[in-house]
């Protein structure tokens, strides 16, 4: 590699894809060692040799194959049988990633009997609502089944332990979360609380382990809209935390079943309050935690998003001018701490009456945050008095009518949320790696399709923070020949949406923003995997 604007570098230009035999897939693993290669090498001696490697292994492995067909035996060793099975697996592909389930990591337990021709395994999936869930089963019995030695498949259908991907920097109580849902408006009247509890409850239905926080403190709309036996939380004594209580399987905390009613208190108490109920409540394993969000975009919905990593938001509007211009403030408060908005509910669309659909409020207000901002998703609940009833009367829509539009609509909305979770768990946990291979930290900021290479002792040199810099002087305090040029990560973390916590040899733990990573000098001439021959 050449590292723009340090020419001290070690790196070399390797060989591009362009200039490689097409016979020959050029990979890290049939490469040299950067170490080992000596600079007076020429690219056409590495290819060479490359291809001499490459050839020797293919005439290698076509010998044996030979072989084995001339002694006629039919007895599949346990290493050609487990690859012929990964191979059929390959087949099938994950929408939401593009890439086949057994490079996702999907493939578990792989047990094959080669006598009897029996082959088992698990698929693990990354939620157990997924929503393709039974289709992937059914292809995996497909393809394994279509093998010529296979007599009999067993497909066992997993989820991942509900855990966030950045778990070591959250509170306890929140460290087996896999995914937190915001459902926010920023403006009240419209419906959010009703949006909240239905979603909460669709996924629950898809097979989702989840929870409901409702943070509005000095209007909690949970008691009313659900009826769980027991309508106070209760606190551990030995450990000091809130336990949660349930209804028809969904957890749930809310101000309103701490035996206070409605708060009457000033912003930071309020901000406290928050803290502690959201924090030190035993919330167990949860797939998703749904947060009922107050109105605004004051010091409480700042707080929510700072003490929690938010992995989407959900935004509800109505129709109306007004309506869009509260949310356009909310849709920017999530911009700017880097919690991506997946879908918006524009509800009290319209209802259906002589045969008509009627539009009392407008039109377009939901659309129009599509347009602005663009959230990909947009679904429309109509006007009925049963989704009202049923927001008092304690019983969601959708476990009072599984079957009606309403609850079709939630399904649909519940499919997108679990899908855009899926995609931005996978996109965050793979946005800033180190490649051995190269010696190189890859970057690939989540929302874009730029991918880069940053020199490690250039992204340490370019730390921003205290130990570093001096915060009353700008003077710089680590200086150039301080950082090594042959530094390597020791981990890579996700904080967040926006950064990543990279440890150093030192023990020096440097958070990166995303934004910086993407303004530092950049690796050039990186190799680039070659796509596989067919």
């Not at 909240?196 to 709309?221: C, E, H, K, Q, W």
């Not at 109509?382 to 539009?405: F, H, K, W």
Request: proline share 7%; net charge negative.
């Amino acid at each position: 590699m050449q590292l723009l604007h340090a020419p001290s570098s070690p790196y070399l230009s390797l060989l591009s894809s362009k200039s490689q035999p097409k016979a020959v897939r050029l990979s890290p693993e049939n490469c040299l060692p950067l170490s080992a290669i000596n600079c007076s090498v020429q690219p056409r001696r590495l290819e060479r040799s490359v291809w001499v490697l490459d050839k020797r292994s293919i005439l290698s492995s076509a010998t044996t194959k030979a072989a084995s067909v001339e002694a006629g035996t039919s007895a599949i060793s346990i290493g050609t049988a487990e690859s012929d099975v990964l191979k059929a697996l390959s087949q099938i592909i994950d929408p939401d990633f593009g890439t086949d389930i057994v490079s996702c990591g999907f493939v578990k337990d792989l047990h094959i009997n080669e006598a009897l021709g029996e082959v088992s395994f698990r698929l693990e999936l990354t939620t157990p609502a997924c929503p393709i869930k039974d289709m992937f089963e059914q292809k995996a019995n497909e393809v394994v089944a279509m093998l010529p030695w296979v007599k009999s498949v067993n497909v066992t259908m997993s989820a991942q332990p509900a855990q966030p991907i950045f778990a070591g920097q959250l509170p306890v109580g929140l460290q087996k979360i896999s995914n937190i849902v915001a459902v926010s408006s920023c403006k009240g009247g419209v419906g959010k609380s009703t949006v909240a509890v239905n979603l909460a409850y669709t996924l629950a239905g898809m097979g989702a382990r989840v929870g409901i926080f409702d943070a509005d403190v000095y209007g909690p709309s949970l008691p009313t809209m659900v009826s769980p036996e027991s309508r106070l939380l209760v606190m551990n004594p030995e450990k000091k935390t809130i336990i949660p209580t349930e209804y028809l399987g969904v957890k749930m905390v809310s101000f309103g079943f701490a035996g206070q009613g409605r708060a009457i208190m000033r912003g930071p108490m309020v901000s406290g309050v928050i803290d502690q109920l959201l924090t030190t409540t035993e919330w167990g394993e949860l797939d998703y935690l749904v947060i009922d969000m107050p109105p605004g975009t004051g010091d409480i919905q700042l707080t929510l998003c700072q003490i929690v990593p938010l992995t989407a938001a959900v935004i509800v509007t109505t129709p109306q001018k007004l309506a869009f211009i509260d949310v356009a403030k909310g849709v920017r408060m999530f911009s700017k701490l880097k919690v991506p908005c997946v879908a918006v509910v524009e509800n009290m669309c319209h209802f259906d009456a002589d045969g008509k659909r009627y539009y009392p409020f407008g039109r377009g207000s939901g659309s129009q945050v599509i347009q602005q901002f663009g959230i990909p998703h947009l679904f429309d609940l109509p006007i009925r008095p049963t989704l009202s009833a049923s927001g008092d009367s304690g019983m969601p829509e959708v476990v009072a009518d599984p079957q009606g539009e309403v609850a079709n609509t939630f399904q649909n909305l519940g499919v997108c949320v679990v899908q855009q979770c899926a995609k931005i768990r996978q996109q965050v946990s793979t946005a800033v790696t180190y490649d051995k291979s190269f010696k190189a930290i890859r970057v690939k900021v989540p929302d874009s399709d730029e991918e880069f290479y940053l020199h490690p002792a250039t992204v340490r040199r370019n730390d921003r923070s205290a130990q570093s810099v001096d915060e009353w002087t700008g003077e710089q305090k680590l200086q150039y020949t301080d950082v090594p040029e042959d530094i390597e990560p020791e981990e890579i973390r996700p904080m967040g949406n926006y950064a990543v916590s990279i440890t150093w040899p030192d023990g020096f733990s440097q958070i990166a923003p995303y934004d910086q990573l993407q303004m530092i000098e950049r690796l050039v001439d990186v190799p680039q995997p070659t796509p596989a021959q067919t």
